[in-house]
């Protein structure tokens, strides 16, 4: 019987509709009142079974509390932990695309073109990169929301492995592309699914 592993991945993000304030600390640390229960717990749970967690960390749904963001990224990373990138460009606001000179709309990464899908790569993967100095090798878009753009995109970008393919999100309607199955497979361009 060949190996089998187990890999724990969590989307990790404080998407602005969740939370009326302070969203990475309810969302991403999951504190409430004097209790706490998010990311680090589940750091120092899996560390104590000598495992790590691959958290897909969201730079886009809280935009406005990237230096939060970058504190979470680095106490992943010393944890040990396995820091991935995740995307809901959809959340980002109108001056994140007026600052870039580009039109908000299309919402979402399944209506992106290799342009407007290569941007977001990118820009988002230098950023984590600069939060942990550990280029993103894994990438998870925001509602399993993908599509022959984002796959080639996230090839130019250097990525080796996309966790995109999602029963539920063909069962919601939210991406038509993904594939009827739960087991690992090879992209045209190379991509692990």
């Known amino acids: 019987m060949p190996d089998r592993y187990a890999m724990l991945t969590v989307d ?13 600390n309810r969302l991403i640390l999951g504190k409430h009142g004097d209790k706490q229960a998010g990311v680090k717990e589940m750091a120092l749970i899996a560390r104590e079974y000598g495992a790590r967690l691959v958290f897909f960390l969201d730079l886009c749904g809280a935009y406005p509390y990237l230096d939060e963001l970058k504190a979470v990224a680095q106490w992943l990373v010393r944890e040990g932990q396995d820091v991935q990138a995740h995307a809901h460009p959809e959340y980002l606001p109108l001056s994140f695309w007026e600052e870039h000179g580009r039109r908000q709309r299309p919402w979402y990464m399944n209506d992106y073109s290799f342009e407007r899908a290569g941007f977001i790569i990118k820009y988002f993967t230098d950023l984590l990169y600069s939060f942990t100095g550990e280029r993103p090798i894994a990438f998870r878009a925001g509602s399993f929301r993908w599509n022959t753009a984002t796959l080639r995109a996230l090839k130019e970008n250097g990525y080796l492995f996309s966790f995109n393919n999602s029963m539920c999100a063909v069962d919601n309607g939210q991406c038509p592309f993904s594939l009827p199955t739960n087991q690992p497979y090879r992209w045209s361009n190379g991509l692990i699914e």
């Open 12 to 24: 990790t993000e404080a998407l602005p509709n969740r939370a009326e304030t302070d969203h990475v």
